[in-house]
């Protein structure tokens, strides 16, 4: 089974260009521009598939903040927070 990753930023630009990395190491990828559709992703018909989440810190509506607290304490794929906004708390 080919190992998929999701990438969830809502800057296509940076969606585009972490998509064709993840694609040369041999990966599948599915992409959403908002925390809101990874969650519906990681609890609807494709969560098995999903291996790995690349998750964007500062989004609009729901951030990647809230989605790492709705999946506390549940069952997910490993998530790698990313952001070109950090500071030293947000890292913390």
Do not use: C, W
Not at 54 to 64: F, N, Q, R, S, T
């Amino acid at each position: 089974m080919v190992k998929r990753v999701l990438i969830v930023d809502d800057d296509p630009a940076q969606r585009r260009i972490l998509e064709e990395t993840v694609k040369r190491f041999g990966f599948e990828t599915r992409s959403t521009n908002s925390g809101e559709q990874a969650i519906e992703t990681l609890e609807g018909a494709e969560r098995n598939s999903i291996s790995l989440v690349l998750l964007d810190l500062v989004m609009p509506g729901i951030g990647g903040m809230a989605v790492l607290e709705h999946f506390k304490g549940r069952t997910s794929p490993p998530i790698i927070v990313l952001t070109a906004n950090g500071s030293v708390d947000a890292a913390v």
